[in-house]
């Protein structure tokens, strides 16, 4: 079986369920205590691709919460392979950091495979991100997945999605 | 204005305009400054780039400029400095006293071996000192792990590390070792041109060593020499060559560099000198030989010594033993073999050996029995011989036997009689020995001897005399039966007395009547007089006496020595 390894990071806002959307999809685990991220958090996962026969290795850049990149930001975001952006269903306002950081990456690291969490479908009644906000996410980002890091719901089939784009990337590449 | 000025005007009148402002400006000392001020900057930048004679110029004076400075106003620049100066301090401190202990710990280490006076010398000759030059030749280092990581996005491309080593996910450490590379040069490098090239996290110092694609970071075990830089650079270099344009290209899958990690195996072959497998194990081997020989050695002569000692000590014990006399006395391994002679009633070999701390078990004692004359030997004999009252006490001095205390005047009869079995002494001195039971046997029979027993007329007892008489018939019974016990034949005499009224020859009949009452009494009790005799007149003159004072029977003791005293 052959190993590929990827580097994929993880940007969003403040406290949108960043490193709660990491950690559900490495150690299936939520907590409910917030601790924000300082600099950078890594972690690794192993997704198996039996019809392809490759052990596909995501190393995982949880980056720290911010509207807008500086230098050590975007030192961090050199060389990925892949973007989750993560937005909070219950603040709107994310949607625009998410797209504003989307921009930036653009602009200087050109483009690459992504997708967009909108997290914490647990809190509905909280929610404020309407329909048009969604479609306005999917005019810029292919896949869209509404999740719950608390729940675990559709986390993990993102993070295959990004995956797997980034295997087709690397392939198209070749 | 003439003419010629007029031409003047006409020909040049634009340039002269110029003249004059140019002459202003440079008359114009506030002018000048603004305008150097423009271009100072610029001219600065240009200049540096150019050679280093702006910095050869500027050194001199600017040196001062900050002398003067400090000098004018020191807390400023300590203020200023203060920040830097407690880290480097910190830093520089540990760095030496690490170096510093570990040169201690080789030059103890080496100090005393044939190798470390091989190095002193060597040191010596070098004019290097000594823990320097130890440290030189051991550099205890071992590159524990090899990272190969992607400068562009941190993956890694290889990794190699010892057996031993504890490996985390190696990924995770890559990908972090690239964030705080990147987290340092941001933070602490403005242009961010400055590298983190080295770290040190307890015994274990982080080595990045940079290349142009890629990076290696050797995890290293103790401290590393600082030329092991320049051979990890070559192992860079030479990966570079190999797999340049693969690392610049690197997505994450390990087939594109092929044998990577072979090339990374390069930087785990350096380790310290010491700890190259056979040959510290080996040069160990005869030293670690020697150590033990030399215990071994350092044991016997311990335990040699230890039973020379131990064999003198029962030597003399022996010797100052009365009845023992040793002909020989040797070590048979552990055991000491004793022969001689010794007498029955000398303290046993074993025994004596137990006083100077030898085990029993430890003595083989083959001694013949003998009869010895020696004083204390004599003395014990004497005492086994003839049994010794408590109080009696022997010395043997110039053939005497002096016997001292106080004994039962039988056991000195029988010691005198049968003292011609001891050996060794020829007189028998009891000058200094009492015989209190016969002393007190002759008090006794002074207080018995003189009773009087009164008589009415006839051979009737007085009231109370017959009485007395039972009771002293039994004292004397008792004082007879002791008699040959302390060397006395006890004879009892009776003597009868009459008063001076009546017939004198009837008197006499009356007193020999009155005697043999007496007797009768006694002998009922078992006591036997042997003679009964009369008073003499004279003594019934004496003194004046009533009648019933000249009616007695009178028992006196006469005592007879049956030996010598």
Redesign the interface.
């Given at each position: 079986m052959t190993s590929i390894t990827s580097k994929v990071c993880i940007v969003g806002d403040f406290a949108v369920g960043k490193t709660s959307v990491a950690e559900r999809f490495v150690n299936n685990h939520f907590s409910e205590s917030y601790l924000t991220t300082v600099g950078v958090k890594i972690d690794t996962k192993e997704i198996e691709v039996p019809e392809l026969g490759i052990s596909h290795k995501l190393v995982i850049w949880d980056i720290a919460g911010s509207e807008r990149f500086g230098h050590t930001e975007f030192a961090y975001l050199r060389g990925a392979s892949g973007y989750i952006y993560v937005v909070d269903g219950t603040r709107a306002s994310t949607l625009r950091s998410a797209m504003n950081l989307q921009d930036q990456i653009n602009d200087k690291l050109g483009g690459a495979a992504s997708v967009v969490l909108v997290n914490k479908k647990d809190l509905a009644s909280d929610w404020e991100v309407s329909e048009s906000n969604v479609e306005a996410l999917q005019s810029r980002f292919s896949q869209v997945f509404t999740t719950s890091a608390k729940t675990g719901d559709e986390v993990e089939r993102a993070f295959e999605k990004l995956a797997r784009q980034i295997l087709e990337n690397d392939m198209r590449a070749d | 204005m003439n003419d010629l000025d007029q031409l003047k005007e006409l020909l040049f009148g634009a340039e002269k305009e110029a003249l004059d402002s140019i002459s202003r400006r440079v008359e114009r000392r506030e002018v000048r400054a603004a305008d150097v001020a423009d271009i100072l900057p610029e001219a600065i930048h240009q200049s540096h780039a150019k050679d280093d004679e702006l910095v050869e110029a500027l050194t001199l004076p600017v040196g001062e400029c900050v002398q003067r400075a400090i000098q004018e106003d020191p807390e400023t620049y300590g203020n200023a400095l203060y920040p830097v100066i407690g880290p480097a301090i910190r830093k520089s401190i540990m760095h030496t006293l690490r170096n510093f202990s570990q040169q201690i710990n080789e030059a103890v280490e080496h100090s005393i071996s044939p190798t470390g006076l091989k190095w002193r010398w060597q040191a010596s000759r070098a004019g290097v000192p000594f823990g320097e030059y130890v440290l030189q030749k051991t550099m205890q280092y071992r590159i524990e792990q090899a990272y190969l990581i992607?400068r562009?996005?941190?993956?890694?491309v290889g990794h190699v590390h010892h057996e031993a080593s504890k490996i985390k996910?190696s990924?995770?450490v890559?990908?972090?070792f690239t964030?705080i590379q990147?987290?340092v040069?941001?933070?602490f490098s403005p242009d961010?041109t400055g590298r983190l090239e080295s770290a040190d996290m307890g015994e274990f110092t982080l080595w990045a060593v940079h290349g142009p694609h890629a990076l290696l970071v050797c995890v290293i075990r103790g401290v590393p020499p600082k030329g092991l830089r320049a051979d990890l650079s070559a192992i860079l270099e030479r990966i570079h060559f190999r797999y340049g344009d693969a690392i610049r290209e690197y997505?994450?899958?390990?087939?594109s560099v092929p044998d990577v990690d072979v090339e990374l195996e390069r930087c785990l072959r350096y380790e310290a000198r010491r700890e190259t497998s056979g040959d510290r194990k080996k040069s160990r081997i005869p030293i670690i030989t020697l150590l033990l020989l030399l215990a071994v050695a350092v044991f016997l002569g311990y335990r040699s010594w230890s039973h020379a000692q131990q064999l003198d000590r029962l030597d003399a014990a022996l010797a100052k033993t009365p009845g023992i006399h040793v002909t020989d006395i040797d070590r048979d391994g552990d055991e000491f073999v004793v022969r001689g002679l010794r007498d029955p009633l000398a303290i046993p070999v074993a025994e004596i050996a137990e006083s100077v701390d030898i085990p029993a078990a430890r003595v083989n004692a083959a001694m013949q029995p003998f009869q010895s004359l020696q004083p204390e030997i004599i003395e014990a004999r004497a005492a086994r011989l003839f049994g010794r009252p408590q109080s009696v006490s022997f010395k043997v001095s110039a053939a005497s036997l002096h016997v001292s205390g106080d004994a039962p005047w039988i056991w000195r009869q029988q010691l005198r009689s049968r003292f011609g079995l001891l050996a060794g002494v020829s007189e028998l001195d009891m000058s200094s020995l009492t015989t209190s039971d016969r002393l007190s046997f002759e008090a006794r029979a002074k207080q018995l001897t003189g009773a009087r027993f009164h008589f009415e007329n006839g051979t009737i007892f007085s009231p109370g005399s017959e009485d007395r008489l039972v009771k002293h018939a039994e004292s004397l019974a008792a004082l007879l039966a002791d008699a040959a016990t302390v060397g006395y034949s006890v004879a009892v005499l009776l003597q009868g007395s009459a008063d001076l009224t009546g017939d004198p020859a009837l008197n006499a009949v009356l007193v020999r009547q009155r005697a043999e009452a007496a007797a009768a009494v006694l002998r009922l009790h078992g006591v036997e007089p042997v003679d009964i005799l009369q008073a003499p007149a004279g003594d019934s003159q004496s003194r004046p006496q009533s009648d019933m004072d000249r009616r007695y029977v009178q028992v006196d003791l006469q005592l007879s020595s049956l030996t010598d005293p």
């Open positions: - | 992607s562009e996005n941190g993956l890694l996910d990924d995770a890559s990908a972090m964030a990147d987290f040069k941001e933070s961010r997505k994450g899958d390990t087939s």
